[in-house]
Structure formats: C-alpha cells, structure tokens
C-alpha cells in the first residue's frame, strides 16, 4: 500500500516545465470559464465591462446584463472553483504523503464527513435549532456551520488517533473511519429527520454545485483554502523525508509530529471552507494527485503545487460543462469532475501499465 | 485575441437584449403549480421555459427545461433573456437566488399555501408579477373550491394513509404538513399518520395500530411496485384493514396534489374516490381544468 516512489530520471525532463505548464493551464481554464457559458457574452460587452472595471469609461445601459454575467456570476463563480480545486488537489496530496497510501484522500480525516453532517443539520434543522440566529446568519448559516463541522470532525480524529503524544499513521486511519462512520450515522439520522425537499436539497449538496458563489465568498475563502494550499506547498521538503518512512525522517532532522499535525490543521482548514461554500466535490482530492505524480513522479516539490494547479484547473473546467452541457439547467460539479478525470485517469494508468 | 474572438462569436446573434415591453413577455415559470397559473391567467403562449415540476398544461413538455426547482442555475436562467421569471415560494437553493437578485434579474417570489386560500393568493400574485387581471380566474377557482367546504365536512373523514414510494423496505408514509397531508384533508379523509411531519418509513407495527381503511398513492408509483396485490403483500400493508377493504385509491400526484387553478375540481375527485356516491356539487369544466 505504500506509494510507489518513481524512478527520477526518466521523467525529470519534464519536471521543469511542470508548474508553469500547470498555471498557464489553470490560468487558460478561467479564462474560458469566464468568457464562456449558455448565457451569450458580446465583444463589445465584453470590453465595456472590462473599461467600466477599470474606470475608464461607464457602463453603456446595453451591456448591463453582460457585465453582469460577467462580474456577477462567472467570475467569483471562477474564482471560487479555482481556489476551492486547488485547496482539494493540494490536501490530497498533503493526505497520500502523511498517510503513505494512494488511498488517502481528504475525506480520510473526516473532514467532508463533518462538514456534511454539519451542512445536513443546519438543512434540516437550520430554523428550530438556531431560531432568531438562523434569521440573522442567513445565507452564511450553511457554510459556517459546515466549516466547523468539518474542522470538529478532524480535531476529534487527530485527538483519537494520537496515543501518548504519538500519531501513528494506522491510528490515526482507524480514528479517521470511525469518525466518518460516526458522522455517517448521525447524518443518517438527520436524513431520517428531514421532509421531502429538505432530503432533495441534501442529496444536491453532497454532489456540489458552484452557482451559489458571490465576491462576498471570496475574501474568506482565498483567506481560509489559499493560505492553506500556500502553506501546504512549503510543506514539500519534510514530506518527501516522510516517503522514506517516519524514523528516518526524523533522522533527517524532521520534526515528524508537528509536520504530521501541521499538515492535517492545513488539510482540514482548506477542505472545510472550501466544501463550505460548495458542497461535497469528489474526485479532485483523490485523483488529481495521483494524475500529477504519473506524469511527473512522486517528488512533493512538484505533487504539492502540481496537485494545486491541476485541482485548480479541473474544477474551473469541470464548473464550465456544468453549468453549459445541459443549459439553461446545471449538472452538479461533483459529477462532471468525476465524468471528466475517471476516464483520463483510467487512460494515464492503463498507458502507464502496459510501458513499464 | 482572434482566439477570444471566435469563442464569443456564436453568442453574438442571441444577445439583443429584450425591448422592455409594458407587460412581461418572456416568462421563465418555476413550480408546477406557477405555471399552471400562467396558463390559466391565458398568457401561456409567453412562457419560454419551465421547471422538472411542471408538467401541465400539455404545451409546456416542448419548452426548454430548467432543472430542478430546488438546484436553480442562475446563468442558465439569465441565458433566457426572460423579463419576468415566476419563481415558487419553494424553489432554491438561497444562494443561487442570492447570485439571481445580484445579477438583477426580474424574479419574483410567488407563495405556496396549500388552501383555498392560498390558491387564490398564488393566482394574484402570479397575475400581479404578468400585469394582467387575475381577480376572474382566482375567484372563480375559490368559488369552485369553496361549494365543497360545506358537503365534504358533512362525510364521515375515512381513515387514510398516504404512501409516497413503497418499493424498497418499510413504505414512505406522509406525517403531516405534506401537500398530500393537506388535499387529504380537504377531500374528506383523515391522515392517521400525524405524529410527525413529512415522509417516513411505516413499520409494519405502527401500521397495525394506525388500521386505516385505506390507500392513497399515486398511479405510477403503484404500477411501479407491481399493482394493488403487490402493494397489499408490503408487510406494513399486510397488517392493516387496507387488506380487506382492498381501498387502494390510485390518484394522478401532478394534478391532485399541484395546488394550482385545477385543485378544486382536483379536491373533489379525491373526495369522490374515498367516498363513492357521495352528494358533492358538480363543478363545471373551466378552461384551465
């Protein structure tokens, strides 16, 4: 079960092009993001809105509805998508590097168990519960709450999984199951407890969707998922010591347990808000790690921020097709991420196979 | 550029935005019950898209769709150059509104109460939103529903329940506050199932306590399971008088339980289903039924 350490050379020319190639991908997947989608956006709309921004010139009343296609829905909806894919990707790489296992993904420390928990909780007894706060909190009720749920649910984990200051990695795997069944059990409960469309609403947000987010979002989230994924990234060196097994990362002069919790504090910050705002979104945080590391081997310089760009991307994509393929509907995310990257995934592996 | 260009050219035909008319005419309806009102308020011919929950009159099943009502896209919805966009009290999720209303979109919320009342309520409103006269079409609808009041309360309630799904396990029963909760009731039936709100799985024991004397569900959901034998043979089923009464009353959900300008006549078929021969007042056909 322990992730296979690619043999260097034979790749290590590409590995240079590697993270430039990922941002001008994830920085050409937003700009498709932005100027396309089922909602028709002129040139001229197009240029108004970008002279209106900048403040050279006002708005012309024609382009109105551009502009508002523009700034209004696609693009915090873009950015949200790009931030949120790059906390996922990165965090489950994070997750496979401490866990050692190609398994692991962010929904292995609870994270996503609780925040769904929280976010099914707060669905069906969003009004009961909290009662006047409800009223106050309004839209941010849902995405707190999943927030907290999702960073309560890794806090209980790491707890449960740390024996006399030590968290092993089987430890804390078994901890990580047991708080996700926990959390299961409970949301099933909630389940039981919700009406009709309180349980359509439910199934909705486990598939995830982008078509709530608004500018407000985004400060909290390039604070609570960007900072993370940055942070992640500097993380690379200890990991790569951690590949060779935790003693002899500590004979390397790592310091195995703060980096081990540093980095499940990270994981969980950056998934929690993220999921937050758009629901569960599968596939990203298992998948996308292991497409960067067959491409470019398993060197965490890389897989940190590569995972980063290439989640980034993904979700940016995947966003566009949900909200064009089946206009004026919307597919949820969580579905096209998993139709577009399972079959290239399946592809990477099979090509990868049959050369080695 | 020439790349961003091309990306841009197709939309460039569709853009002209609509020339803002005095009265809607390019209407997005959402809820079943919405787009039903649209119709009968005799503007249906401007209705350019609806919601997965609308489903009559036949015209709308060419219209393109929308979705779900509870999983609204809010880029989708702006590609319609729609000028009035009929949203139901129920539909969401509250952020995608959220995103609706900041991008100025024409939305309006229109209330859903499952009484008299309320239908005649949500026909206003609609008609308000349309700019047209909707006083005719709801009082005529709350006339209709208001001749029944009177011979409905005068039957004896029959000990009902009504069954959403029943194909896996211990059948979803509606508790109260469902809209099948409310049209039992108002066609002359006593939901026994009122310890708890919404859908749940009946166990076979509560069912045997409940005994009601018989079954409402919808026609597909009964062909679905198999029949009137398949149904009786669920073991929560099995137990109750439902057995010998053999009462399955099959119904059409879209039309009893919509809530739209058809309830009345819709009220008073569920009445005569659960209570043959009864003496209620025939209501004439309109043309919205």
Known sequence: MSLALATASPRARGRVAMLPLGAALLAAAMLAGVLLGPAPVTMGGLTATVLDVLGIAPLPAEYVRDAAVLGVIRAPRVLMAALVGAGLGAAGAAMQGLFRNPLADPGLIGVSGGAALAAVTAIVLGSSIFGAAAGVMGLWLLPVAAFVGGLLATLMMARL???????????????GVAVNALAGALTGVMIFMADDRQVRDITFWTLGSLAG?????????????????LALCALARPFNALLLGEAEAFHLGVRVESVKRLALTLAAVAVAAGVA????????????????????????????????????TLLVLADLLARSLAAPAELPVGVVTALLGAPFFLWLLRRRGMGA | MIGRRVLLAGGAAVLAAPARAETPHRIVAVGGAVTECVFALGVGDRVVAVDSTSRFPAAVRGLPQIGYMRALAPEGLISLNADMMLLSADAGPAQALAVLRAAGAPIRSIPEVPTGDGIAAKIRAVADALEVDGRPVADTVLADWQSLDAPIAALRPVRTIFVLSASRGAPLVSGAGTLAAAMLAAGGAQNVVSG????????????AQIAPEAVVIMDHVLQEIGGIDALLAVPALAVTPVVRTRRVLAIDGSYVLSFGPRAAHARRDLAMLLHPGAPLPALPARAWT
Do not use: C, M
Not at chain 1, 161 to 169: C, L, N, R, S
Not at chain 1, 287 to 303: E, I, N, S, T
């Open chain 1, 161 to 175: 999984g740390t024996v006399q200051g030590v968290a092993g990695v089987a430890t804390l795997l078994l901890a």
């Open chain 1, 213 to 229: 987010s608004r500018w407000a979002h985004l400060p909290v989230v390039a604070v609570l998922v960007g900072l993370p994924t």
């Open chain 1, 277 to 312: 705002f758009t629901g569960l979104i599968g596939f990203v945080g298992l998948v996308v790690p292991h497409l960067v590391r067959l491409g470019f081997g398993a060197d965490h310089r890389l897989v940190l921020p590569g995972a980063a760009l290439l989640g980034g």
């Open chain 2, 196 to 207: 708890y709100n919404g859908y749940r799985p009946l166990s076979a024991e509560a069912a």
